[in-house]
Structures are given as structure tokens and as C-alpha cells.
């Protein structure tokens, strides 16, 4: 019986189960070589939370252990903690002589608080394995390292600094993981700024302290209390989560303000954003290894722990996570089997379920499992998915209009790509619409008993001749309950459209309805930007006046060109039936809605600019008070 390819829950392409038959795919191990041992004592530390004892060591041993369960396949190895450098010189030389000796090691990563990095180091890596990546935790700039202390409670950030300026020296580059606080809120342009300055930095993560389910400090052996548990357990006193931990809404906000300032200052050409380039992947279509966007999750990520302790990702809750010891499984299949009979790695799938009908599953992944809990439990994960959808449509609108970075604060145009969406030339299409002597060939216009005008003459999505207001045929081709808003876009307004639909009900086929809709083609960023405004003003007014039952939908999307295969951003405008209202309801009051939204258009234009209906964010610092 092959036990790799069933999976539990429906959720293909979002969460892909370990198999034993495929050997192509990586799986993460994170290696707590110190277990949660560290030499400072964070605030918010994920590690120290379990409360597991500490003070062992990850053993070469164990290391080649690790490579006979996952014989053939690739490994991914993070030396992680606590802190790992805690276990001392010689014993990383040893792992990783062992890791180097491995036939399929791909990739090996330490992530370190900076605190020990010396020379001394440095030079043990270049010698043992020169191609290692090094991660330092750091969050920003001094004021964002508030919550990563000593024991002593004093900060540890000037020693960080430090071994971030030796990496440079050395030639070494590094990413930064940088937790999101309220140290660092209203402030994404500075602690950027500030992390670009280090020569080193190659690369910034930055990831939310969604951690408003933590409601008290952790527990510490023996009965005296150092003063930074002090600190941490006043930080810890509030009703709605210790004072380190932020809402969802405020990380969106953070991440669409340093992706506006990465791109503006030119911040990309040297250094790697997340979570902005697997945004921006998915945005493209592509795949990213960040787990949080792919499909590589819990089942492709393993933690092991100095005892042996073998369990899925390090962020999940332990000790539910744990899978089984090390020494006591034989292969993967059996790795297999005790994934299948975890009650929490079940439950972790089937948080995904909604993510099924979500509109944004392809560009978003899924999310993190781990951080869905963390975040808020019983808030049926409405909080955490809504940033995730904000996240994308500003981030889609940087890339649309980079030089109008305001866009990203509109919450009328959202990210709502559309399959199939080609054209044969665009440039073409674009150069003949603004040239009145080119020439204009014959054309196929034939209409369905549904009212379908396209080459065939069929219901339902068929290929259509691309017109322009000069082809003699022009008005002849446009569905007569959609040309209201494509006269208004292209005559008074001076836009190009590329697509339009009256709307088709197809009571008697087996075809789902379709709602009336106008695509627009911009000629260039800065009429997207104005277009883009203006669309947002003009929903904004037709929407009080529109009948119940029936709204203006505005979408960013991509149009491929198939002579080229390039893509060119583009708008939607569209008019749906509302949640909870039926399509019968829409086709009974549809004529009155379009006639709302083109005195709505009519009332606008492009060229009033490219400040949309919604206002920019308040700063977070003035709209919470002081940083806490």
C-alpha cells in the first residue's frame, strides 16, 4: 500500500503532503542545537514559551541520523535555537564537517542573535563550510530592539550592530529576521532605511508578533526572577495580549509601507524583502520557498531538539507538534504515518478548508498555520485572512503604479485576476486605437440568443476581434446593456478598453452567470494611477445610489499578451450581485445600476488626479498614542 499519496483534506496545490515516493523535494529540518538555551532573553521568545529544559546539545550524530530518515531526498538544515553558538566553537565545527559530508545537503542555514559572532567565527566558517548562510535576528533600528534584552534587562542591539559591521568587513552577506512590535510601527521607512545601512544585509524578513493569545510570562527555573522576566511578566498584564503583540491590520500597513519604500528608494536592487517578493512571485505566477506563500508547509518542516525529539515546524504549539524520536523511527514512511495520526497537524489542515473558495488562494498560499493560532483562535481567522488580502492588492498596486505608491491604501480596487485574460498584440492593439490612419480589417461579429457578441456567435467565453472607436464596426461590437460605460470610459474619459459584457443569465444552459463588466488598458503608469483614482470615486458614489441587491466591484489584473507572453496591468470595473443576493435579483435591477454607475463616471475623470475615495492611513503612533 503506498501511504504518500492520500491526503486527508481536499486542499491540493495549498498544502502538499509528505511523500515517500518524491525524491526532488526538500524538507526543512531546524536544528535547536542548544534546545531553547540562548545567552539574552527576549521578551517575546517563541522557543522559551514551551518551557522545555535546556543546556544539551545537538549531536554530528544525530546530524547523520537526520540524513539516513531522509535518504534520497534533499535536506535543508537550520542550526537554530535558543541560540546556537552557545555549544561552542568545536562542537559546530563538528556539525558542520558532518553537514558538509552529506551527499544531499542543499542548503545550510544559522540564525544566530549576532551576540557571539567574532572573528574567531568567521574564520571556522570560511574554512568549514564557506557557502553558509547566516540569518541575525534584529529588529530594526535601537528603538525597535526594545524587546530583545539580556538578562540583565539592558539591550543587546549595540552588539548586534557590531556583528553586523564585521560581516560587512568580511565580505559576508546576511538576512535579517526583524519581528514587527509596536517599537516599530508608523516607522517602516526608517527601521528599513536603517537596516539597508548595514553593508552586510542582504536580506530583510520581516514577521509579525501576532501574539495576542500569550496571557502570561514564562516560567523560569529556581525561585529568583532575573530583570528581564521582570520586565516581560509587566508586559504581560493586559486584557488583550502582552504589550510586544500587534493586530493584523497594523502588520498589513507596516509591510505595504516598507515595500513602498524598498521599491521608491531603490532598496531592491541589493536587498531581498519578504514577505514583498513572494507577494510579488505569486503575483506572477511563480513559486516561492517561503513557506507561508507555497504549498510546502507543516508536512515539509521538521524541528529536532538535543533529546531526540523529532517534531513538525518549531513555531506550532509543542508539545502537540512532536512527532517521535529520533532514534525510533526507521524511515519516512513511518515519519509518514505519525504525521497522518497527528490530531494537531489535522486540525492545522483543516483551518485551510476556507481557503478552498477564497478568490485569493493562488497568490496568498494559505498563510502560516502557526501564526493563524497564535493570532487569535476563536476569531475564525477573519482578521489574519484580511490582512493577507490587503497585503496583496497593495502590493499589486505598487507594482501597477510604483511612482504613486498611494495607491496601496485604496480598499475599493482589489486583487482579482481573471483565466483566461490574453489578447493577440497588445502593442499593436494600443497603437492602432490612438492612430486614426491605420488600417482596420474586416471583422466577425456574430450575437447569441443570449445576447453574446463575439466570432462565433456562441453563449458562454469565445474569442471576440479587438476594436477601437475609429473601426466602422465599433459600435455594432459592444453588447448594447454595457455601452453606456464604455462610451463614457472611452469618449469622455479618453481610455482604451480591451474586454466589456452586457451580463448573460443562461437559465436554459449549463453555463454560470456572468456580470456586466468593462476592462481597461492603460497607456502607460501614470494613466493607470489616474484611471485607478478615478475608478475608486467613482465606485464610491455610484455605490449609494445603487439598487439593493446589486455592487461595483473595481479589480487589478494582468493582461497577457500571446505574441510575447509579457503582461500589462489592467483594470476591471464591474457591477455584481452583492453577498446574500441571487442573480435574479441582479438581471431585475441591472439596467438601473449601470445607468448609476455611468453618471457616477460621468462625474469624474482621470484627469482630477490620483487621489482615490479612500483616505491614507493615520500614522499608527498617533492613532494609538505613545509606542508602548
Not at 513602498?260 to 511563480?286: M, Q, T, Y
Request: hydrophobic share 35%; aromatic share 6%; glycine share 8%.
Amino acid at each position: 500500500m503506498n501511504q504518500s499519496t492520500e491526503q486527508r483534506h481536499p486542499i491540493e496545490g495549498l498544502y502538499q503532503s509528505l511523500d515517500v515516493d518524491d525524491t526532488s523535494t526538500a524538507v526543512s529540518v531546524i536544528v535547536k542545537t542548544r534546545g531553547e538555551t540562548c545567552d539574552i532573553d527576549c521578551l517575546y521568545c517563541y522557543e522559551k514559551r514551551k518551557e522545555t529544559p535546556g543546556g544539551a546539545r545537538v549531536g554530528a550524530g544525530q546530524i547523520r541520523r537526520l540524513s539516513k530518515l531522509f535518504k534520497g531526498r534533499p535536506l535543508a538544515v537550520e542550526l537554530h535555537g535558543g541560540e546556537p553558538l552557545t555549544a561552542g566553537r568545536e562542537h559546530i565545527a563538528e556539525i558542520l564537517t558532518e553537514l558538509a559530508d552529506l551527499p544531499r545537503t542543499v542548503r545550510i542555514t544559522l540564525q544566530t542573535n549576532g551576540v557571539l559572532l567574532d572573528t574567531d567565527w568567521l574564520d571556522m566558517f570560511d574554512e568549514l563550510c564557506p557557502d553558509l548562510r547566516i540569518g541575525v535576528s534584529l529588529d530594526g533600528d535601537a528603538q525597535g530592539n526594545a524587546w530583545r534584552v539580556g538578562y540583565d534587562g539592558k539591550p543587546v542591539y549595540p552588539r548586534v550592530a557590531a556583528a553586523l559591521n564585521l560581516l560587512a568587513e568580511r565580505g559576508r552577506g546576511v538576512g535579517v529576521i526583524a519581528a514587527v512590535t509596536p517599537a516599530v510601527l508608523g516607522r517602516a521607512e526608517q527601521v528599513l532605511d536603517h537596516l539597508a545601512g548595514f553593508g552586510s544585509v542582504n536580506a530583510i524578513s520581516f514577521v509579525p508578533c501576532f501574539d495576542s493569545t500569550v496571557r502570561r510570562s514564562t516560567v523560569l527555573p529556581g525561585r529568583r526572577k532575573t530583570t528581564s522576566r521582570l520586565l516581560q511578566q509587566a508586559a504581560v498584564t493586559g486584557d488583550s495580549g502582552p504589550a510586544w503583540a500587534i493586530h493584523p491590520d497594523e502588520y498589513a500597513q507596516f509591510v505595504l509601507s516598507a515595500t513602498a519604500h524598498w521599491i521608491n528608494a531603490g532598496h531592491f536592487s541589493r536587498i531581498k524583502l519578504e514577505p514583498a517578493v513572494s507577494v510579488i512571485r505569486r503575483l506572477r505566477g511563480l513559486g516561492t520557498g517561503f513557506c507561508h506563500f507555497s504549498d510546502l508547509k507543516c508536512d515539509h518542516v521538521f524541528t529536532l531538539y538535543p533529546d531526540g525529539r523529532l517534531g513538525s515546524c518549531d513555531e506550532l504549539p509543542w508539545p502537540q507538534a512532536q512527532l517521535t524520536q529520533l532514534e525510533s523511527v526507521a524511515g519516512q514512511h513511518e515519519v509518514i504515518r505519525v504525521q497522518r495520526d497527528s490530531l494537531l497537524l489535522s486540525q492545522g489542515k483543516a483551518l485551510m478548508n476556507k481557503c478552498l473558495t477564497c478568490d485569493y488562494r493562488d497568490t496568498c498560499g494559505g498563510g502560516c498555520i502557526a501564526t493563524r493560532w497564535r493570532q487569535d483562535p476563536v476569531d475564525d481567522h477573519n482578521a489574519y485572512c484580511e490582512y493577507r488580502m490587503r497585503m496583496v492588492d497593495g502590493i499589486a498596486a505598487l507594482l501597477a503604479q510604483p511612482a504613486h505608491p498611494a495607491g496601496a491604501w485604496c480598499q475599493n480596487l482589489r486583487w482579482r485576476p481573471r483565466t483566461p485574460n490574453s489578447m493577440l498584440d497588445v502593442n499593436a492593439f494600443l497603437t492602432r486605437w490612438d492612430s486614426s490612419d491605420a488600417v482596420r480589417g474586416e471583422v466577425n461579429l456574430h450575437t447569441s440568443e443570449h445576447g453574446n457578441i463575439n466570432t462565433l456567435g456562441l453563449a458562454g467565453i469565445h474569442e471576440a476581434d479587438d476594436l477601437d472607436p475609429a473601426h466602422p464596426m465599433w459600435r455594432a461590437a459592444i453588447e448594447p446593456r454595457v455601452w453606456p460605460l464604455v462610451d463614457t470610459v472611452t469618449r469622455d474619459w479618453g481610455l482604451i478598453t480591451y474586454d466589456s459584457c452586457q451580463g448573460h443569465q443562461y437559465d436554459d444552459l449549463d453555463l454560470p452567470p456572468t456580470g456586466l463588466r468593462v476592462g481597461l488598458l492603460a497607456r502607460d503608469r501614470e494613466e493607470y494611477a489616474r484611471t485607478a483614482a478615478a475608478l475608486c470615486r467613482a465606485a464610491a458614489s455610484a455605490s449609494r445610489g445603487l439598487p439593493g441587491g446589486i455592487e461595483v466591484n473595481i479589480g487589478r489584473s494582468e493582461l497577457t499578451c500571446e505574441s510575447t507572453g509579457s503582461t500589462t496591468p489592467v483594470l476591471d470595473l464591474s457591477l455584481d450581485p452583492s453577498p446574500g443576493h441571487g442573480w435574479q435579483t441582479y438581471f431585475a435591477h441591472l439596467d438601473d445600476a449601470t445607468a448609476v454607475l455611468a453618471e457616477a463616471l460621468t462625474a469624474e475623470s482621470p484627469k482630477s488626479g490620483t487621489t482615490c475615495a479612500c483616505s491614507l492611513p493615520v500614522s499608527v503612533e498617533e492613532a494609538r498614542g505613545a509606542i508602548r
